[in-house]
């Protein structure tokens, strides 16, 4: 399983973005997706994850700002940002836990895109 990440990019404070994943392969079950952040010189940070269920959770930090959707026919999510500020610059890493069949088993694994950089101007 691969995950590709788009839609980063250059943005002023206060406007928007809509980053994209999109998982390739397939798994027995695509659980958990979810998107981290990392700045520079800091700690890599969930940003929001979405269940297969279609159970949330946001960083305190970006509730009410931002907004996470999957499809799981199509094995996407997307994450919409509004009001971004300064502190919202980092590179974005799509995530997703996922479960394998093997023959004796079922076995979870995590796989992370490349990342996607949005930069926020002042």
């Known amino acids: 399983v691969q995950l590709a990440e788009s839609g980063g990019g250059l943005v002023q404070a206060g406007g928007s973005l809509r980053l994209s994943c999109a998982a390739s392969?397939?798994?027995?079950?695509?659980?958990?997706m979810g998107w981290y952040r990392q700045a520079p010189g800091k700690e890599r940070e969930l940003v929001a994850d979405?269940?297969?269920?279609?159970?949330?959770n946001y960083a305190d930090s970006v509730k009410g700002r931002i907004s996470i959707s999957r499809d799981n026919s199509k094995k996407t999510i997307d994450l919409q940002m509004n009001n971004l500020k300064a502190e919202d610059a980092a590179v974005y890493y799509c995530?997703?836990?996922?479960?394998?069949?093997?023959?004796?088993?079922?076995?979870?694994?995590?796989?992370w895109g490349q990342g996607t950089l949005v930069t926020v101007s002042s």
């Open positions: 995530h997703a836990d996922i479960t394998i069949a093997t023959i004796e088993t079922l076995k979870n694994l995590e796989v």
């Open positions: 392969g397939n798994a027995y079950r695509f659980n958990a």
């Open positions: 979405i269940s297969s269920g279609f159970s949330t």
